[in-house]
């Protein structure tokens, strides 16, 4: 990619695009403030029985399986030292960066006691796979804010320029840029290994969450692999996440598609996806849950679009050149796998789970939604924010400025 | 002892991270999980419950929940629908079609049943939850972070939230009464209960009780005690004229609840080699490509 | 010489062991026989589930001499005794904390134990003797060492609600108790009035209860529960054990009666329950017909009971209730004491006179067959009995 250097985008903040997911966000805040005054119940569908919405399945489970892009491309640039890759790496780790901050987010959201958030770095009950999740998802967290502070010296470094009267720092804090920005480069590969560790730690765990919920789980998704099965999904949705965003925000900011590294990323994903589609399956014979495919209900359904929307026809399509040298249909298979990924986790958490007296079966209010909805519509805006302030987004050495933009995805 | 090593490689983990350093010098952070063999327990024997609903009173009375008045609760209504334990009730007592005799319904009380591996010990992110000398399972308030996960994990569903309250919402479930009983007096539903439905003592006797009542009255008993071996055993077990899931009550594995992921658990952290091993051959892979890739450059 | 003693002394040995086992088993079956021979007197006493020694010192008690052993005559209420000799009303519940006292209708409650559980069925594990207080076994404190007999308070309610339940429906606890605001002496006075001299109505049963059965060889059982009790002395307990007091108190009326259905399909011993208890050695034909049964009739036994013992319960011949088992028809195997000199003739309503005083029983009466008529055409010519009597007519 010669040529290519990552550079703030200079373009318009407000398209009409923008405006609208400012009104999703606005909506979901207003939705969230209820929440704070007058708790969960009063907003969400949640009841005694169906303690997990879709604030846990979407929010969390699925927010921390699509931010794993993060982590296999650090994986391939950093540990693997793959060069060839590193346009990906900056998009990559500001979605994980922002991805895990909502994930967080959507955590303290849902906690009953927010304010207690902090309780299990001092309060630790190791058997818990809850506690295992929380920790690795905070140290992780700090992990990539670390990672991501060479992006922020190198966009500031000789351009401190605070306004008024704090421009007497202006000097200081420049200093302490590049004192953070020459330890850390010295360092900076603990962090990229710790990431990975820590990424497939908590993934996994993730998976371990339901494992306790037993009887309760739907046969087709409860087993004691679940671990597995969460990291190898994780790992699988990782590059299909990042060719999808990549496409979106080139898309977006008019910029030509990264084709040549996306479609190598995506000649990894069949390889991946077999992984996972091998253990699904091979899991599925050996406890011989096939059995609960013949009865039609929406335990089977979901299964069966998990399945076949998510992985099969996907795997196919990145097998095929033609797929992986256009961008449409590039753009469409690591959709489906992001679909199918996210369905996975909404079984896992939400459909499959059902408790013994559940009365009435549990669906998401408008509340819910729009919390969730507008979370993402945040996250979305954050990061046009951020390839506009950070130099994230490679573009053409000699042009700074991207065309004009008319007509964005968002 | 396993908790003080895991404890220790936490710390290491935690350093070589360069976490921010977090004090973890909270004594009483870790639960407690004991299981006793002088643990109490109580036998409720379905088939003499009149479902007078006098125990939901005693235990509203006993947690500083709205009550009422006694005399309310002789009102059968409730009984049209199927009820479980909620945040404004810790026991509740529902009805059954009694097939041997029409006349004389079965009554059938729920509550936490204070299993002997529970659930939501080894569920609770912060360990809030405790398995006590004496039996019961017991949520603390002070370091519950409100997450549910208690809720999910249960295999009877017991616990439940208070999603009204957006400051301090509690985890509520039946505590075996255990600020009565640490005064020597009997849990409020035991001690009110008419028809001595629940027979309160060592948990060893209770089963031996339990078992007695079924040899004596074969007739009136299916030998079957419900928590005698679910889920790894409960404090609470119940006989009757059924088997309890015939009563509405879930059927569950004879296993401990937290077995299967606790095993799991243990198994990806095992004194942390698994994670250290893995940033070894991350590090490792790092450093040979790291080389090849400067040969290459030069 | 040696061999010869030896052989001696094992014959010996082998002998006499023989001869003393021989000596041993009659012995033994004697034993055995007199046990069986002791017979309670059917007044009351055959329904103390108790030995004879407990009350009484001799071994042969007698109505002249009952050698009663020294106890406290007048508390010994037992069990056994009848509904109107207990308390009219109990009063439960002295120190009610949230509900206050029982006025108890210990009377009809009583009556009405009397055609189901009996009085045991309350008064449970009670050994003749005086009534046990309830918290000699049930304590009063729920929380104690001994679990496996509930408390006192649960005991009462057991003991009410196994009945209760099934009729009332309710569980409304001031059916029972008084509400503590209204315990006032006058209240407990009124409910006390209400039940001075109340008692349950009598129990009206069915003479014959005809059944229709599956069994081929005789579709029919008739039941003449009027024999049952009134010849045969069965009390409404021995059979009625097992009915529940929805049979008469179902106050909804939705109990379905089981008389039929309930029957269906169980096994042989619980059809036949009631029946087996004393017809275990009959054939099925005994009750099994085609027809309705007649009335039973002594004389098809081969012994009219006539006019002397028509009135008679069957027990005071048949005194172990082994029916079948003929006894002999000859009157002194009953009345001993008919014979000359014994017996005292005014009992007949007939004092002889002097000179047929003196004569042997059998000059009047052929082979001491005293239902036969009496002869006088052995001595007189063209006499006959009643016409011509051998002393003077009194009234009984």
Redesign the interface.
């Known amino acids: 990619m010669e040529g290519l250097l990552p550079k703030p985008l200079k373009i318009k903040f407000f398209t009409p695009g923008v405006i609208i997911l400012c009104l999703l966000a606005l909506n979901g805040l207003i939705f969230l403030a209820m929440r704070f005054i007058f708790g969960i119940g009063s907003v969400t569908n949640l009841n005694q029985q169906y303690p997990w919405g879709i604030w846990i399945a979407i929010d969390v489970a699925t927010g921390v399986a699509l931010a794993a892009g993060g982590f296999t491309t650090a994986a391939l640039s950093h540990v693997m030292n793959r060069e060839y890759y590193h346009v990906v790496v900056r998009p990559a780790l500001l979605t994980a960066m922002l991805g895990y901050t909502f994930v967080a987010l959507g955590v303290f959201i849902d906690i009953g006691r927010w304010y207690y958030i902090w309780h299990p770095l001092i309060m630790w009950n190791p058997n818990s796979a809850l506690f295992e999740v929380g920790i690795c998802v905070m140290i992780y967290l700090t992990v990539l804010y670390i990672e991501f502070i060479p992006i922020v010296t190198e966009r500031f470094i000789g351009r401190v320029n605070l306004p008024g009267i704090l421009s007497i720092f202006n000097k200081v804090l420049d200093k302490l840029l590049r004192l953070l920005d020459k330890t850390l480069s010295k360092v900076m590969f603990i962090f990229f290994i710790a990431g990975v560790v820590l990424s497939t730690l908590h993934q996994s765990s993730l998976g371990t969450l339901m494992i306790i919920a037993g009887s309760k789980m739907h046969p087709l998704w409860q087993t004691p692999i679940l671990p597995l099965l969460f990291l190898l999904s994780a790992i699988a949705v990782g590059f299909p996440m990042v060719i999808f965003e990549s496409l979106i925000a080139s898309r977006s900011f008019k910029l030509e598609p990264e084709m040549p590294v996306l479609r190598r990323l995506g000649s990894l994903v069949p390889l991946l996806l077999f992984i996972y589609l091998s253990f699904k399956i091979g899991d599925m014979v050996i406890r011989g849950t096939y059995v609960y495919l013949a009865e039609i209900n929406i335990h089977s359904v979901m299964f069966m679009i998990e399945i076949i929307l998510g992985v099969v026809i996907p795997l196919r399509m990145f097998m095929s050149r033609a797929v992986l040298n256009s961008p449409l249909w590039l753009f469409i298979a690591s959709t489906l796998v992001v679909f199918g990924v996210f369905i996975n986790r909404l079984n896992n958490f939400v459909i499959a789970y059902h408790p013994p007296y559940s009365v009435s079966p549990y669906f998401p209010s408008f509340g819910e939604i729009s919390v969730t909805v507008g979370l993402i519509a945040l996250l979305v805006l954050l990061y046009r924010a951020f390839v506009m302030i950070f130099p994230i987004i490679s573009i053409p050495e000699n042009s700074s400025s991207p065309g004009t933009l008319t007509n964005p995805i968002h | 002892m396993n908790k003080i090593n895991r404890r220790n490689f936490f710390k290491k983990a935690a350093a070589i991270a360069s976490v921010a350093a977090v004090s973890t010098q909270n004594a009483d952070s870790a639960s407690t999980n004991i299981l006793s063999d002088e643990r109490m327990g109580v036998l409720v024997d379905t088939t003499?419950c009149?479902?007078?609903r006098h125990c939901e009173w005693a235990c509203k009375e006993a947690h500083n929940i709205p009550a009422g008045q006694?005399?309310d609760y002789?009102d059968?209504s409730v009984f049209k629908k199927f009820r479980r334990p909620d945040e404004t009730a810790l026991t509740v007592v529902n009805e059954f079609e009694n097939q041997k005799?029409?006349?004389?319904p079965i009554f059938v009380k729920a509550q936490c049943n204070h299993c002997d591996h529970p659930a939501c010990v080894s569920a609770c992110i912060v360990g809030a939850f405790s398995k006590f000398e004496n039996g019961s399972v017991v949520w603390d308030g002070s370091k519950c972070i409100g997450c549910r996960y208690c809720m999910v994990a249960c295999p009877f569903q017991v616990p439940t939230f208070e999603y009204n309250k957006a400051i301090e919402p509690r985890i509520m479930k039946c505590d075996f009464c255990i600020e009565r009983t640490k005064q020597?007096?009997?849990p409020a539903c035991?001690?009110i209960?008419?028809?001595?439905v629940m027979?309160?003592?060592p948990r060893n006797?209770?089963i031996q009780?339990a078992k007695?009542r079924i040899s004596l009255y074969p007739n009136r008993y299916e030998n079957y005690i419900y928590g005698e071996k679910e889920v790894g055993g409960t404090s609470w077990v119940y006989i009757g004229n059924k088997k309890m899931w015939e009563f509405g009550m879930p059927k569950l594995k004879l296993s401990p609840a937290p077995g299967v992921s606790e095993s799991i658990q243990h198994g990806i952290f095992a004194y942390f080699v698994p994670p250290i091993a893995l940033y070894s051959l991350l590090g490792g892979i790092m450093w040979l490509t790291k080389k090849r890739s400067d040969l290459e450059e030069e | 010489m040696k061999n010869k003693t030896l052989i001696f002394v094992v014959i010996f040995i082998a002998v006499s062991g023989f001869i003393i086992g021989q000596n041993q088993i009659p012995k033994s079956k004697a034993g055995n026989k007199s046990k069986e021979i002791i017979v309670k007197p059917n007044d009351g006493h055959q329904r103390l589930p108790i030995e004879c020694k407990r009350c009484h010192s001799c071994d042969f008690p007698t109505k002249k001499n009952p050698c009663l052993i020294a106890c406290p005559r007048n508390e010994l209420i037992t069990i056994e005794h009848k509904p109107e000799e207990g308390p009219e009303y109990v009063i439960l519940n002295n120190n009610g904390k949230?509900y206050g006292k029982v006025v108890f209708s210990h009377l009809i409650h009583a009556q009405m134990a009397d055609i189901s559980i009996g009085c045991d069925g309350c008064h449970h594990y009670n050994i003749a003797g005086p009534i046990e207080k309830c918290e000699n076994c049930h304590k009063q404190e729920?929380?104690r060492k001994d679990?496996?007999r509930?408390?006192l308070?649960?005991s009462f309610?057991?003991q009410c609600?196994s009945c209760h339940?099934?009729?009332s429906?309710?569980?409304?606890?001031?059916y029972c108790h008084l509400p503590i605001a209204k315990e006032t002496k006058e209240n407990i006075q009124k409910k006390m009035n209400n039940l001075i001299g109340k008692t349950h109505p009598e129990y009206v049963s069915q003479p014959k209860i005809i059944y229709e059965t599956n069994f081929e060889n005789g579709r029919l059982v008739t039941f003449n529960h009027d024999e049952h009790v009134k010849l045969f002395g069965l009390t409404c307990k021995t059979c009625h054990q097992n009915d529940?007091c929805?049979k008469c108190h179902?106050v909804d009326r939705?109990?379905d009666k089981p008389r039929k259905h309930d029957l269906k399909g169980q096994p042989f011993e619980v059809v036949h329950q009631n029946c087996i208890t004393c017809h275990k050695d009959n054939s099925c034909n005994k009750c099994h017909m085609n027809e309705v049964k007649d009335k039973f009739d002594h004389k098809l036994t081969g012994f009219d009971l006539g006019k002397h013992h028509s009135k008679l319960p069957c027990d005071k011949c048949h005194t172990v209730m082994n029916l079948p088992n003929k006894l002999n028809p000859s009157c002194i195997s009953c009345h001993t004491d008919f014979v000359t000199g014994k017996f005292n003739h005014k009992r007949t309503g007939l004092i002889l006179d002097d000179t047929h005083k003196e004569l042997d029983c059998e000059s009047c009466h052929p082979s001491r067959n005293f239902a036969q008529k009496t002869v006088c055409s052995d001595c007189h010519d063209n006499y006959s009995y009643p016409k011509q009597k051998p002393g003077k007519s009194v009234t009984k």
């Open positions: 003499v009149i479902g007078c006694l005399d002789h059968r005799n029409k006349l004389s020597g007096m009997l035991v001690e209960c008419p028809m001595e027979t309160y003592g006797e209770i009780l007695e | 949230r729920r929380k679990i496996s509930p408390d308070t649960a309610h057991r609600y339940r099934d009729w429906h309710s569980n409304d606890c001031s529940r929805t179902d939705t109990y």
